[in-house]
T-cell receptor, first 114, second 115 residues
């Protein structure tokens, strides 16, 4: 079975500072990995995904993540935080294959200080 | 891009009544729909997976007679919370799968409050 671990529940950064949200995965086979963002009372929006192509993945809103097999990690970064980045972020994993189910981490709340 | 329309956005109902939540894929065919429940400040918990034209597969601990899922067409899946009670109050989100390499598309969620 596959799983993801998101350490910590809350990250606070200053506007303009680097954003780093950590995600480690466990999977017996090469996984597909995802980062989603959720704003209050809304559904999830896909930020980026890794599906066994390039290990450095660029997503929307200036976010990117790097798949590191040796570290079983898929950390999310953004060089310069913006106030609008304040939200809940979820890392998720699933197996390859059509319509396999996503397994989510517990999520991290990102706060951005002016 | 792919869009999933979920309705209603919020609903308040009396204890003992039933509530239906709809999710429609607007510009693609959703062969599979996933239904999640999310408690405040928590992650998404998968409740069930529905495939068009067949019975839904429920996760362990989810009451299939309480949470009725219907996926009668490739563009519509519904979740009915039957005989709702206050403990069923939660945020319910659907997600449609249509392409093997895509991150699934999520609906905007339904906030259910049972009073």
């Amino acid at each position: 079975a596959q799983s993801v671990t998101q350490l910590g529940s809350h990250v606070s950064v200053s506007e303009g500072a680097l954003v780093l949200l950590r995600c480690n995965y466990s999977s017996s086979v090469p996984p597909y990995l995802f980062w989603y963002v959720q704003y209050p009372n809304q559904g999830l929006q896909l930020l980026l995904k890794y599906t066994s192509a390039a290990t450095l993945v660029k997503g929307i809103n200036g976010f990117e993540a790097e798949f590191k097999k040796s570290e079983t990690s898929f950390h999310l970064t953004k060089p310069s935080a913006h106030m609008s980045d304040a939200a809940e972020y979820f890392c998720a994993v699933r197996l390859a294959g059509a319509n396999s189910k996503l397994t989510f981490g517990k999520g991290i709340t990102l706060s951005v200080r002016p | 891009g792919a869009v999933v329309s979920q309705h209603p956005s919020w609903v308040i109902c009396k204890s003992g009544t039933s509530v239906k939540i709809e999710c429609r894929s607007l510009d693609f065919q959703a062969t599979t729909m996933f239904w999640y429940r999310q408690f405040p400040k928590q992650s998404l918990m998968l409740m069930a997976t529905s495939n068009e034209g067949s019975k839904a597969t429920y996760e362990q601990g989810v009451e299939k007679d309480k949470f009725l899922i219907n996926h009668a067409s490739l563009t519509l899946s519904t979740l009915t919370v039957t005989s709702a009670h206050p403990e069923d109050s939660s945020f319910y989100i659907c997600s449609a799968g249509g392409q093997a390499l895509s991150g699934y598309t999520f609906g905007s969620g339904t906030r259910l409050t049972v009073v």
